[in-house]
């Protein structure tokens, strides 16, 4: 079976629809051209709702920006508050994991189990 | 008589007046090259068109001084690639439209339109594809040539007419079927589509762009983002045109070894395609089946390129590492032998299920005199039957002494293709399986291959069969370290636009059914 399920942590229910959702993971660039439509689909989502930000490109355009750009948004936290930043080139599958991880842990103010230490 | 000598003798007989000339195959991948002017443009299109040739690529080249369009025509019988170019005059761009002879002119047409300012004569449709409503230059010419106010209102310019029986839908660009984020504006009559019309862009990450503004060396991660479920081979088109063009020569091993990566790359890719299809279906099982095999794919590619997904494993002349004998071969020939007993299982699972059957067959029907006006490739192409795949037609990196079946489907619908895809991860197999046991020892990479890469003056064209079909670069050199026009042909973008001809009149479910079995990839297609 396939290793990284997000059933194990009670995120299972896909649905195709924004109004049913209250997660929305920005997983990719957001051009010009997306981002009246990522704001839209942000407004269409029923409060309380999140976002999480997953990769560079999300975060802040990530390897696209260059001198001259014409048609990259450098960040969705320009156009909808971001949550959680996940941040890879792609990210690893435990980097989301770890990401849903940390947004439950902002909402109920508890872990599930230890996250991993940090020594610096 | 090879097919290019003929061809250069039929078009004398024809055209007197118009150059035509023999090009060095192995410098710059090409055979011919035709200068036309906008006056015989279409009389050699329509020769060209007579004679079976399909077209590779359409785009445009800005030399500041004029503006060159370039057509790449090829066959789908023997290799003889030519190269038409039309220069225009880069204050007021005109050019006669082709799209009534190559209907897949329409899109390349449009989109030369809206990157480089050149007026299409004719064009049905001449409206912006790619950019967004704030665009107010030409972002691919070297100079900064603004938009006509005129031609601001073509931006985003999908204004429906509603008729009587009639509506729109948008299918995308968040819709889960279109997997990722492509439009198509459907018209629909009740469940059935009257027509289709794909909208791009929202993914246009301008890798054209930032390749005139990179050295060769800083653009080697971007192919790995463009098609990212395949992105080995991606990588692999880009370095060995680069290599080509500076004539690096690759070692043996290297190239034994970028065959068996690339080979493990289109399995993994076709996997993911496999978990897509039915899932687009309704069938959600065979997804988690088949990402179950694509993690031990991506485990043994990690161990070697050190990434899960965005490889950037090839380097110029050669690899970033060498694999680890043991662990890898090993590794791979365990999975080769359990992917065999799953390709049984998948067969029960999904190719017998009788839903699965009556949602595919006799849908989406792809006829083989299209393949011609669209240039359309891989699966997609062999699906109806031709056994045009570019590992056999140019080999390249080991391809040329390893012996390969070519699978091909009979009335290409999308039954078929799903059928000629799971007969290539068989047949990848069955290569990775002759490759390892071909394997040479020695370097994995050449020495004395500079930092900064100045490659000769010219231009090159250079093609390898990704995961979804002929994959093109063409790159411009002006002897500086950055390229100066990079294009890239894609196979998604030509498979693509054959959606608004296959979904006329069927119903919208059947429609999804045909744009799964394309397996197309965004970032891709919108470059």
């Known amino acids: 079976m396939a290793r990284f399920d997000i059933a194990r942590f009670g995120a299972e229910v896909f649905r195709p629809s924004p109004r049913q959702a209250d997660l929305m993971i920005v997983s990719g660039t957001v051009t010009k051209k997306m981002a009246p439509i990522l704001v839209t689909l942000y407004e269409q989502m029923p409060s309380p709702k999140w976002v999480i930000a997953m990769g560079n490109c999300a975060i802040s355009g990530g390897p696209f920006v260059f001198e001259g750009q014409y048609n990259l948004v450098e960040g969705v936290d320009l156009l909808v508050p971001v949550d959680i930043y996940v941040p890879g080139c792609p990210p690893r599958p435990e980097g989301l994991l770890e990401g849903l991880m940390k947004l439950e842990e902002k909402i109920t103010g508890t872990r599930r189990f230890p996250g991993p230490e940090t020594k610096w | ?527």
């Open chain 2, 1 to 527: 008589m090879t097919l290019a000598a003929k061809t250069i003798e039929e078009f004398k007989a024809e055209f007197k007046s118009v150059d035509i000339s023999e090009v060095p195959y192995d410098k710059q991948g090409y055979h011919l090259s035709i200068e036309s002017r906008t006056g015989n443009l279409l009389g050699i299109v329509n020769f060209l068109d007579r004679r079976e040739f399909y077209i590779v690529d359409l785009f445009c080249v800005d030399y500041q001084d004029y503006l060159e369009l370039v057509y790449f025509f090829n066959t789908h019988r023997e290799l003889c690639r030519i190269k038409v170019t039309l220069k225009l005059d880069p204050e007021k761009p005109v050019a006669p439209t082709i799209s009534n002879i190559y209907t897949i002119a329409r899109w390349y047409e449009r989109e030369v339109h809206e990157f480089f300012g050149v007026y299409f004569e004719g064009h049905p449709n001449l409206t912006y594809l790619f950019l967004h409503e704030e665009i107010d230059h030409y972002p691919l010419r070297k100079k900064h040539v603004p938009v006509p106010d005129g031609d601001k209102k073509l931006l985003n310019s999908f204004k429906p007419h509603e008729e009587e029986n009639s509506f729109f839908i948008n299918l995308g660009p968040q819709h889960p079927s279109t997997h990722g984020v492509l439009r198509v504006v459907l018209k629909m009559d009740g469940e059935y589509l009257i027509s289709a019309e794909p909208v791009l862009g929202y993914l246009h990450r301008m890798h054209e762009k930032m390749a005139e503004n990179k050295s060769y060396m800083q653009f080697l991660p971007n192919p790995a983002r463009m098609d990212y479920p395949g992105a080995l081979l991606f990588n692999l088109a880009y370095v060995e045109t680069v290599e080509k063009l500076c004539g690096i020569e690759v070692p043996e091993r290297a190239k034994y070894i970028r065959t068996i990566t690339c080979e493990l790359n289109r399995i993994a890719s076709h996997l993911l395609w496999l978990g897509a299809f039915p899932a687009d279906l309704g069938a959600l099982t065979p997804f988690m089946y088949a990402f179950d095999d694509r993690e031990n794919i991506l485990d043994i590619l990690e161990d070697v390129t050190g990434s899960r997904l965005t490889y950037c494993y090839f380097r110029f002349g050669g690899l970033y590492n060498d694999i680890n004998e043991e662990s890898f071969v090993d590794a791979t020939k365990r999975f080769i032998e359990r992917m065999r007993e799953r390709l049984v299982m998948y067969d029960k699972l999904i190719t017998g299920n009788v839903i699965f059957i009556n949602r595919v067959k006799n849908i989406g029907i792809l006829e083989q005199g299209q393949a011609k006006k669209y240039g359309f490739s891989g699966p997609v192409i062999r699906s109806t039957g031709i056994p045009f795949d570019m590992r056999r037609v140019e080999p390249y990196a080991a391809y040329g002494s390893i012996d390969f079946e070519i699978p091909t489907g009979h009335i290409g619908d999308n039954m078929d293709r799903y059928m000629v895809r799971m007969k290539e991860i068989e047949i990848s197999l069955n290569i990775i399986e002759e490759g390892i046991k071909r394997l040479p020892s020695g370097p994995f990479k050449t020495e004395k291959v500079p930092k900064k890469l100045k490659p000769p003056k010219g231009d090159i064209y250079n093609a390898v069969e990704s995961t979804r079909g002929e994959t093109g670069v063409y790159i411009v050199s002006d002897e500086s370290d950055t390229p100066y026009r990079m294009r890239w042909r894609v196979p998604s973008y030509s498979n693509l636009m054959t959606f608004p001809h296959l979904s006329r009149g069927v119903l919208i479910a059947d429609a999804i059914a045909t744009l799964g079995s394309y397996d197309i990839v965004v970032p891709e297609i919108d470059r």
